[in-house]
């Protein structure tokens, strides 16, 4: 348990440096910072035992970044989002289908690589913050939501993700962007290994 203390405070360690080396590029670049907003699906699960790992939740995300430009072809770009991940979880003899649902504030810290002028790579880390939790469960047409405080009390209250992508640019602005988490962080707060994964599918503009 204290190995696991001791990673989350160098994850937390380390996005303090990678903002801070953000906002002192952006305070060098100010005249080549753009700003924008981002919304789409998000599809995610956990990696853990007893569950389908090839099975999805559709999730949602929303907020805003910040393209600084550092030289012709590369740029930095982090962000502010509200996401919302989980999975479905297999109960024996449930009647229904159970899944959990979480909300984070996730901080992706992104390193853009142009490839051409529609196309580009995105590759980064990503701190995140749990807000909060509830456990779904949907029996025939019933849907009850728990979201009392000992479901949020089984997760830890930081992830850290490592992030690759790919993205187009359409013009005026519009851009669609795929991005791939992968957890490094256990989320679990009472046992056990669970690690978050999962794709957003984003619509951005930037003014």
């Not at 995300?61 to 989002?81: D, F, K, T, W």
Request: hydrophobic share 40%; proline share 3%; glycine share 10%.
């Amino acid at each position: 348990m204290k190995v696991c203390f001791n990673l989350f405070d160098i994850m937390k360690n380390l996005s303090v440096l990678l903002i801070l080396f953000i906002i002192f590029t952006s305070s060098l670049n100010a005249q080549d910072t753009r700003f924008g907003i981002r919304l789409g699906p998000s599809f995610t699960t956990v990696d853990r035992e007893f569950i389908d790992r090839n099975s999805y939740i559709v999730g949602y995300h929303a907020g805003g970044y910040v393209n600084i430009r550092i030289s012709e072809n590369m740029s930095v770009e982090p962000g502010l989002q509200w996401a919302t991940k989980g999975s479905p979880i297999i109960f024996f003899g449930s009647p229904g289908k159970v899944r959990y649902r979480n909300s984070y504030l996730d901080i992706p810290l992104l390193l853009k690589l142009d490839a051409s002028k529609s196309v580009f790579f995105l590759i980064g880390a990503q701190p995140s913050f749990l807000l909060n939790s509830a456990m779904i469960i949907r029996v025939d047409e019933g849907k009850t939501v728990d979201k009392s405080k000992s479901i949020k009390d089984s997760y830890n209250d930081f992830d850290f993700a490592g992030l690759i992508g790919l993205g187009f640019n359409l013009g005026l602005g519009i851009n669609l962007q795929l991005n791939y988490e992968h957890g490094l962080a256990n989320i679990r707060a009472d046992g056990g290994s669970n690690y978050n994964r999962g794709f957003k599918f984003s619509l951005g503009k930037t003014f």
